[in-house]
């Protein structure tokens, strides 16, 4: 079965919402493709890093929880750790992929070769024993 994988942004007055409340939000109607399983990454435009991973525990809703961000993204997805802890995709991955976070946004939804081989990745960093 496919994996599909999607990037949310974030900057450093938005990030503590995003892992503290365990939603990810966009100004864009894209995050209502995001089915429940899904698997999530933040990328921080501020500092150029990309980070997981986590699994969207919900289909992807307008307003989930209105005023969180001040109603600014109201597309918005429930999300839960995969790995044990909120982890840089590391920059050789990146490049493997063809992925470069540094130069600006990144592109929100990953094509399914491109999702699995990043998931294998991020998987492998924390060993066998990551949630599915």
């Known amino acids: 079965m496919p994996q599909n994988a999607f990037i949310f942004e974030c900057s450093s007055s938005t990030y503590l919402d995003c892992v503290e409340k365990n939603l990810f939000g966009s100004n864009k109607p894209w995050p209502l493709q995001i089915k429940a399983g899904d698997y999530c990454l ?9 980070l997981g991973m986590w699994r969207a525990t919900c289909d992807g809703e307008k307003n989930l929880a209105p005023k969180v961000w001040g109603g600014k993204f109201p597309y918005q997805v429930r999300v839960q750790l995969v790995l044990p802890k909120v982890t840089e995709v590391p920059s050789k991955l990146l490049a493997t992929l063809g992925l470069d976070p540094a130069v ?25 024993d990551t949630k599915r």
Do not use: Q, W
């Not at 933040?42 to 150029?48: D, M, P, S, T």
């Not at 990144?106 to 060993?127: F, H, R, W, Y």
């Open 42 to 50: 933040l990328h921080h435009y501020e500092i150029g890093g990309l």
């Open 104 to 128: 600006g946004r990144c592109d929100n939804c990953l094509d399914e070769d491109l999702a699995e081989e990043l998931i294998a990745g991020m998987k492998s960093l924390s060993g066998p």
